[in-house]
């Protein structure tokens, strides 16, 4: 296997061979030939995964050691290499950054990476949207996330507005919404990204359980896992879930996305 022709046909990509090797470390070695098949499209999104990922990783990447399992860097060939979403090349990058490690045998990533594969644009925007509010309204907050009880004292409420706006809706979109809404929620739900404890609909429906709405929208919690993907995606899946509301940690919101509409915290 000719390691030189991938990281070649990569690193071409990239600016240079340096960035591969250093977030690789030893699995480097598995980018061989077979690159050579790769459309130019599937090259370039690979490069911005890398990119990302060697941003995301900072001063890091040159003061610690570290590698990526070969199978973290399977997922980003087989299912990454075809993202044409800006989000899911972030994620990747994000789960990339997050797979270096001292540990051998730490493939975790393996598993965000097919997580993120099985999620449309929809449900991955929307997955963004819920924990940057949860973040943004509950940032300090000492609630142990981890319990279930406790957890539902995170809930918060979307304004259909503030929805609309951070998932940047074309006009034939905004046809489909309550279709794309009913996809995204219970997809997130099925794959345990969000607590099944959740409320859409109009006014008069959102009324009835949070009395201070004052339009359509939504009603949704948090969950441990929804909450370890959003670490990963930023880098962080070193970090222990519990310190995801400390103030110490923040997490930059993409110039993408408009994130500041009006959201509301619910305190049961």
Partial sequence: MDTGTGLTILGTALGGKEVIVKILGPTAEYLGEGMRDFTKKRIETMGEIFSNASKKLGVKLDEETGKVSPKVLKGII??????????????????????????????????????????????????????????????????????????????????????????????????????????????????????????????????????EANSAGMILQPSPLGIELFLWAYGKGQTQIHHFLKDNLSFHVDDNINLKGEKKKIRN
């Fill in 78 to 211: 087989n299912e990454g290499s075809y993202c044409d979403d800006f989000l899911s090349v972030d994620y990747f990058g994000g789960v990339l950054a997050s797979s270096r490690t001292g540990i051998s045998r730490d493939d975790r990533g393996a598993y965000f990476n097919a997580l993120v594969a099985r999620l449309s644009a929809y449900q991955l925007r929307l997955h963004y949207i819920v924990y940057h509010t949860v973040k943004e309204l509950y940032n300090g907050d000492e609630t142990n996330v981890t319990l279930d009880h406790e957890r539902s004292k995170l809930k918060v409420f979307i304004p259909i507005d503030t929805y609309i706006n951070a998932m940047d809706f074309v006009e034939l979109e905004l046809n489909e919404i309550s279709n794309i809404i009913n996809h995204s929620i219970i997809g997130l739900v099925k794959e345990g990204l969000i607590d099944g404890h959740f409320q859409f609909g109009n006014k008069e429906h959102i009324q009835k359980i949070f009395a």
